[in-house]
């Protein structure tokens, strides 16, 4: 019972939509209605204001990344290499991507991803930091960064030394195969919005995947305003 509610818990947290009370907060805006329309780091940069980013961070990261996970061990008594330990951070991402408070809308998790690595390894967190940011500042293409490093951290997970981690291999192995597979299916839904008109469905789904945008062109996507969205 306690396992239960601490897993229902887990996903209320990560349900609440901190870029777009920021958004609303800040600006009075709908965030989801502005450039990517995902309710995230990315785009409260681009359309509320940079200072912003770092509380819309730390929230996402601190609070519901990894505080989940050291809620569940600290306080509930989940032990590091349960099983059971791997529910609470994965719940935590799939209220921040699908939240019922913004009709099943939100952001991309990673931001999430990133503040369970602090918990559950922070070495693993520095060499994908290193691998997305290297690559961003060589291509400025984000998107396809982030899901190289996204599709790097089973394999780190599993074949880095024990000590450099707090949960066993296996289990942080299939916690990062948990993590993958909800961004990418996130990715492919996209908040549900409708696909641009100009280009065919097989093309938008493949820019989802790997640039994490509709359009090929990235300030198109990134500077959209209500009225300019299609």
């Avoid at 940079?50 to 600290?74: C, E, N, T």
């Avoid at 790997?210 to 300019?228: C, F, L």
Wanted: net charge positive; glycine share 12%; hydrophobic share 50%.
């Amino acid at each position: 019972m306690e396992i239960a509610a601490l897993y229902v818990a887990a996903f209320l947290l990560g349900s609440v939509p901190t870029a777009y009370i920021i958004g609303r907060l800040a600006k009075g805006i709908d965030i989801r209605r502005y450039g990517s329309g995902n309710v995230g780091g990315g785009n409260v940069i681009q359309h509320v204001g940079k200072k912003w980013f770092v509380p819309q961070m730390l929230s996402d990261a601190l609070v519901k990344g990894a505080g989940s996970i050291w809620f569940s061990v600290y306080v509930v008594g989940v032990d590091w290499n349960s099983a059971l330990l791997i529910g609470p951070p994965l719940l935590v991402l799939t209220g921040n991507n699908w939240s019922p408070f913004l009709k099943l809308q939100g952001g991309r998790g990673l931001g999430v991803a990133a503040g369970t690595l602090v918990a559950f390894s922070p070495a693993i967190l520095g060499v994908v930091l290193v691998i997305y940011f290297g690559g961003y500042l060589l291509t400025k293409e984000a998107g396809v960064w982030a899901l190289l490093a996204l599709l790097a951290l089973p394999l780190m997970a599993f074949f880095f030394p024990l000590e450099l981690k707090m949960m066993d291999g296996s289990n942080l192995t299939w916690f990062c195969l948990g993590v993958l597979g909800l961004v990418m299916v996130k990715r492919l839904t996209s908040n549900w919005t409708p696909f641009p008109g100009n280009l065919s469905r097989k093309r938008v789904l493949f820019n989802r995947l790997s640039r994490d945008r509709d359009v090929d062109d990235r300030e198109q996507w990134v500077e959209r305003i209500p009225g300019a969205i299609g």
